[in-house]
């Protein structure tokens, strides 16, 4: 099994450093890998390449908010859970985060340590508990028929490493690396 990634995006960096350091407290590198962006378009650009068990984004960045970035990863990755990190309390804020990218926490800056510690322990085991579910779904599925085991077998690479089962083809049959254009 492969060890759980986390994502954090924040256009300040001593945002990104501070919320590495309190989560590599509480979750070792053998516990799980932690990536930092400070641009929201690379960090949604990396969801397409690599799976992410929790997704925590800051509100306000340039080019980019953290609801748009969540929603976008959702797209790519509807099994990441999403949380968002913001010093605003607009009500309008916290409704859009929840109806459109359906973030499962809202964290205040600043943050209490122990709550977003808590939220990310949250955010993992309920991450586990859906592939724990999609599996059994899938293993029933097999079994009655209505997948078949190598279905079964594309789905479980394609939520290890997202977009690892689609390939480029090229009109000679030749595969193509990178974006088609």
């Known amino acids: 099994m492969t060890l759980?990634?986390?994502?954090?995006?924040?256009?300040?960096?001593?945002?990104?450093?501070?919320?590495?350091?309190?989560?590599?407290?509480?979750?070792?590198?053998?516990?799980c890998r932690i990536e930092l962006f400070a641009d929201p378009v690379k960090a949604l650009e990396r969801s397409k390449d690599a799976a992410f068990a929790v997704v925590i984004s800051?509100?306000?960045?340039?080019?980019?908010?953290?609801?748009?970035?969540?929603?976008?990863?959702?797209?790519?990755?509807?099994?990441?859970?999403?949380?968002?990190?913001?010093?605003?309390?607009?009500?309008?804020?916290?409704?859009d985060a929840i109806n459109e990218?359906?973030?499962?926490?809202?964290?205040?800056?600043?943050?209490?340590?122990?709550?977003?510690?808590?939220?990310?322990?949250?955010?993992?085991s309920r991450h586990d508990q859906l592939q724990d579910d999609r599996r059994l779904a899938d293993e029933l599925r097999v079994r009655k028929g209505v997948m078949t085991p190598q279905e079964e077998e594309l789905r479980r690479l394609e939520e290890e490493e997202p977009g690892i089962t689609k390939v480029n083809w090229g009109p000679d049959g030749s595969v193509i690396l990178g974006d088609p254009e």
């Open 101 to 124: 990218a359906e973030i499962l926490r809202f964290i205040a800056k600043p943050w209490d340590d122990g709550e977003v510690v808590e939220a990310v322990r949250q955010a993992l």
């Open 4 to 31: 759980p990634r986390l994502m954090l995006v924040d256009d300040e960096p001593h945002v990104l450093q501070s919320l590495q350091r309190l989560l590599r407290r509480h979750f070792p590198e053998q516990a």
């Open 58 to 95: 800051d509100f306000r960045m340039p080019g980019m908010d953290g609801i748009a970035l969540l929603k976008a990863i959702k797209a790519v990755q509807p099994d990441a859970m999403r949380l968002i990190l913001s010093a605003t309390a607009d009500r309008s804020v916290l409704i």
